[in-house]
């Protein structure tokens, strides 16, 4: 079967692609020094434009320290986001119309 029969037999564009347990697992693997104190929270988008979230961590503190992480990254970014509106320094963001 040459390369063009292979192409024709695999329908790349409806493919879904996931992230590799492997890489999940070094990337988990590089977060601490332990299995007490290691943990990660990875959010990304699909191919389909889906979020996709994955998390792991193998204590509670970890997981409450992840959350609160990400909790206050957002609460930071939207601040930054009201002043850069308040400023006018933006054009990215939309202005609303009175």
Do not use: H
């Not at 024709?8 to 493919?15: G, H, P, R, S």
């Not at 930054?80 to 054009?91: K, W």
């Amino acid at each position: 079967m040459d390369s063009k029969e292979e192409e024709e037999e695999f329908d790349f564009e409806n493919m879904e692609f996931e992230i590799p347990e492997n890489f999940l697992k070094t990337l988990y693997d590089f977060t601490g020094t332990s299995d007490k104190d290691r943990g990660f929270c990875l959010a990304y988008v699909d191919q389909a434009g889906q979020v996709r979230v994955i998390s792991k961590a193998e204590s509670m503190v970890v997981d409450l320290g992840l959350r609160k992480g990400i909790e206050t990254y957002l609460t930071d970014l939207e601040d930054d986001e009201a002043s850069m509106r308040f400023l006018g320094g933006d054009d990215d963001f939309e202005e609303d119309s009175p």
